[in-house]
């Protein structure tokens, strides 16, 4: 799309335009523009789409590890000036066609993202949004519910019936709490704490538990004040809404008034360091106790988008599918039982950080630095052996193959735009640096062509002569959370012995006024302050997706003839009540282990290189569903009458580029019908895998875990649910990863 507004322009609603750049890729313009007396950016990237997308999103660099920014980010939702609801956005949602409402909480930032295809209903969403985040009321209630607050709850045993004990509760506080049981929460902190300790990413933005009680109503007001201002905040704005009218909406609800606040400041790079660091972490214990061990090395400049991809296409080459060069020989040296789940690149951060490990450390029989020589003597044999061109082909493809793909994932694909953009924008480069993908992979392209052992000299660079890397154990200890919950629970009790009966009383009638808030309803008046769509608002036009229904000898197929981007997505479904209910139980592994295996003469890492050379993806869903009640569960198809409804299923999904089609079909195929399960060791892999898989999600979702097996009994289809997801399925991955194989 074209806009009619030029770089240097100053728009009566105070914006000025800093550059209009054509972004041909995306197909769509770029505007970027600056509120000359109150320091707001704007970034909105035109084009065709109806559906509008606007993101508030802020600098909330921590300073400790109270976690204000993340509970500042449930607060704002609970009331503002304009619209004082105790859940604004709730009320908000019943009357809304919004596609997408959220707040996520980053180490250095904090987004407000919404979404519509109703321009009357996207201004309301932005009106709320706007008005919450820079004028919330921030009151002792809210954070009482959201950050943390002290209660007395009766213990209620035979022996002390009728005594008391003092109690930490709220929102983000039992969150971080249940972060805090699993494992993978510490080794998420430390791959990246490990390498930069003398930065803000040393703390935990989401806050640490040992950490919130220390935080007040007036440290969280004052971190608003500082940094959710005009000049702190950078909006994102995406869809086919004019431009001028969203900065005139913008300037009109959010700008009045004086400057205020701090201004926004990119983040210093870390110092380099000379020497490699080792260090040891205690943790919580999952079942086994096993640790975690891995190499991270802070890498470069994270604004630095062709070094940036660069380094991507190394990780894709090293770490990108099973049978990667650096992932096949960590998941078979015996060392550990599958790789950690940080592996990888962070790119999202100020600089980049590399990390690889292995999950499922035996320490007593393997020593850390076991697993770090193993690391290294494989890098060094890599960059001295060169990178197989497969390889490197394979890495390239899927890169291109994820740019191209246009996917969801739960909100609107401008969602990805709007991360892309602020990698760099919020580091102090242009929003459109890290958005735009064919520049900088064009000039990658060109560099691998000049160079062919480009990628080599990367691993050289970045990881054998960078000192600035730490070797990080994450170490299970059986009694962790007894021994925490023991000190906070003395701590308390000492605290609670040290209260006068005013103090007491105090605390009591503040839980008791909370509770009477959070019971009252809210007030007609209240609500109807909430911006709400009318019948006038509403397009009568039905949006249709195209189907038709066709045979493929013998086999119904059913096509939907739609625009994705030079994309094919092929389900293919087998239906499975047919087999014995003692078999489901091992469907889930059966429809991880049918893609990840070999082929007879070709061993699963060659497979795995074949696959990443030819399909954008290739993997298993299971699938149940019940009938609609009275409606036929045979359906006629062109190729006969099936019984299709109401009934489980396994469905292979692939997905590949138009042109790779028919061999991306032939491969799947082959694999669906001769996978092969007589490689013991590769089985035993992906057991180990899953069930570490499993383990590590119960801390974090035991809400899941319980809610599945309650609904167990309501219906057949949760019930198969829960043997697939739930406690039945960790159970039985346990009974399979005890097997003698």
Known sequence: MNTPLQAGQTLDSGFVILEVTDLAELKACGIWAKHQHRGLEVFHILHEDPENLFAFAFATIPEDSTGAAHILEHSVLCGSERYPLKDAFAVLAQGSLQTYLNAWTFPDKTLYPASSTNEHDYFNLMSVYGDAVFRPILSEWTFMQEGHRLEFTPIGTENNEGTE??????????????????????????SIKGVLPDTPYAFESGGD??????????????????????????????????????????AGQFLAGETRGKP????????????????????????????????????????????????????????????????????????????????????????????????????????????????????????????????????????????????????????????????????GGKPWERLLFVPAFTALKQRLKENPRYLESLIQTYMLN??????ITIKPEADFLEKKEAALAEALERTAKTMSIEEKQRIKAKAAELERIQGTRESPEALALIPHLSRKDLSPEIETVPREIADAQGIPVLIHDLFTNGITYIDIGFPLDILLPEDYLWLPFFS??????????????????????????????????????????????????????????????????????????????????????????????????????????????????????????????????????????????????????
């Open 165 to 190: 004990k003092l109690s930490i509760t709220g929102v983000v506080y039992n969150e971080m709490k249940g972060a805090y049981s699993s494992i993978d929460t510490y080794t998420g902190l430390w």
């Open 209 to 250: 538990p040992e950490k919130i009680p220390s935080l007040t109503l007036e440290n969280l007001r004052q971190f608003h004040r500082e940094r959710y201002t005009p000049e702190n905040c950078r909006i994102f704005l995406a869809g086919n809404i004019p431009t001028e009218k969203q900065l005139a909406f913008i």
């Open 264 to 427: 926004w400041h990119p983040i210093n790079r870390a110092k380099p360091w000379q020497t490699p660091q080792t260090i040891t972490v205690p943790c919580p214990a999952a079942g086994e106790q096993k640790a975690t061990v891995m190499l991270s090395w802070l890498c470069g400049d994270a604004a630095d988008w062709e070094e940036t991809i660069g380094l991507s296409a190394l990780t894709e080459v090293l770490l990108g599918h099973d049978g990667s060069p650096l992932t096949r020989v960590l998941v078979e040296s015996g060392l550990g039982e599958d790789l950690a789940p940080v592996t990888g690149l962070e790119g999202d951060l100020r600089e980049t950080v590399f990390t690889v490990g292995l999950r499922g450390v035996k320490l007593e029989t393997v020593e850390a630095k076991s697993v770090e020589a193993l690391i290294i003597e494989t890098l060094q044999s890599i960059a001295s052996e060169g990178i197989p061109k497969e390889e490197i082909e394979g890495a390239l493809f899927f890169m291109e193959f994820s740019n191209r793909e246009i996917k969801r994932a739960g909100g609107p694909w401008s969602l990805v735009w709007l991360q892309r953009s602020l990698r760099g924008w919020l580091h």
């Open 466 to 471: 960078n000192q600035h890397r730490a070797l």
């Open 592 to 741: 991880k282990a049918v893609v990840s295996l070999g082929l007879p003469g070709m061993d699963y890492g060659e497979v795995s290189s074949l696959l990443a050379r030819t399909l954008g993806g290739f993997y298993g869903m299971l699938e149940t569903s019940s009938a609609v009640p009275g409606g036929n569960r045979a359906i006629p198809m062109p190729s006969g009458i099936f019984d299709v409804t109401g009934r489980d299923w396994l469905v292979y999904r692939i997905k590949t580029l138009d042109e790779k089609v028919e061999p991306s079909l032939e491969l799947s195929l082959r694999l669906i019908t001769e996978a092969d399960f007589s490689d013991h060791r590769r089985l035993r892999d992906l057991v180990l895998e899953i069930k570490n898989d499993l383990d590590s999600s119960l801390g974090p979702s035991g809400h899941h875990y319980a809610a599945i097996r309650a609904g167990k009994y309501g219906a057949r289809t949760k019930a198969i649910e829960e043997l697939w997801s739930g406690l039945s399925q960790i159970e039985f991955m346990h009974t399979v990863a005890a097997l003698d194989t």
